[in-house]
């Protein structure tokens, strides 16, 4: 279940080919789970210099990788929304703004995220090879 297999067949009702194409979205799901998870590994690995990431949730990585990718220029709140809303739903600046809170806490070093009033944020560090 854990790996994408939700679902059962039953040979005695099932023709083959519908177990085929069962069996295919079942591979399909678990091979999607495997990609996201090597995708968030390869994130974490980024991010264990800049921040404790054993201790940030998925959306709070989302952020801080997108802040990272930014180089230090400010990333809007729009494009914070669209690294971890689901396209429907606009986040409130106030939730992004707790957000960053929490990601602040889990920073390391000198680093640190400033803000720009009504616009975004930007990750900044004390050293040049930062990034």
Same mark, same amino acid.
């Given at each position: 279940?854990?790996?994408?297999?939700?679902?059962?067949?039953?040979?005695?009702?099932?023709?083959?080919?519908?177990?085929?194409?069962?069996?295919?979205?079942?591979?399909?799901?678990?091979?999607?789970?495997?990609?996201?998870?090597?995708?968030?590994?390869?994130?974490?690995?980024?991010?264990?210099?800049?921040?404790? =990431?054993?201790?940030?949730?998925?959306? +709070?990585? %989302?952020?801080?990788?997108?802040? *990272? #990718? @930014?180089?230090?220029?400010?990333?809007?709140?729009?494009?914070?929304?669209?690294?971890?809303?689901?396209? =429907?739903?606009?986040?409130?600046?106030? +939730?992004? %703004?707790?957000?960053?809170?929490? *990601? #602040? @806490?889990?920073?390391?070093?000198?680093?640190?995220?400033?803000?720009?009033?009504?616009?975004?944020?930007?990750?900044?560090?004390?050293?040049?090879?930062?990034?």
């Amino acid at each position: 279940m854990a790996a994408g297999f939700d679902d059962a067949i039953d040979i005695e009702r099932t023709s083959p080919a519908e177990a085929v194409w069962r069996s295919r979205a079942m591979w399909r799901r678990y091979a999607q789970s495997m990609e996201q998870h090597f995708r968030d590994r390869r994130r974490d690995d980024q991010l264990v210099e800049i921040a404790d =990431v054993s201790r940030l949730p998925r959306r +709070h990585k %989302q952020i801080l990788s997108g802040l *990272i #990718r @930014k180089k230090n220029h400010y990333v809007s709140y729009h494009e914070i929304n669209n690294m971890i809303g689901n396209g =429907v739903d606009e986040m409130s600046i106030k +939730h992004i %703004q707790v957000i960053i809170y929490q *990601i #602040r @806490k889990y920073l390391k070093g000198d680093y640190k995220i400033t803000c720009e009033k009504q616009y975004g944020y930007r990750l900044v560090s004390g050293r040049q090879s930062a990034f």
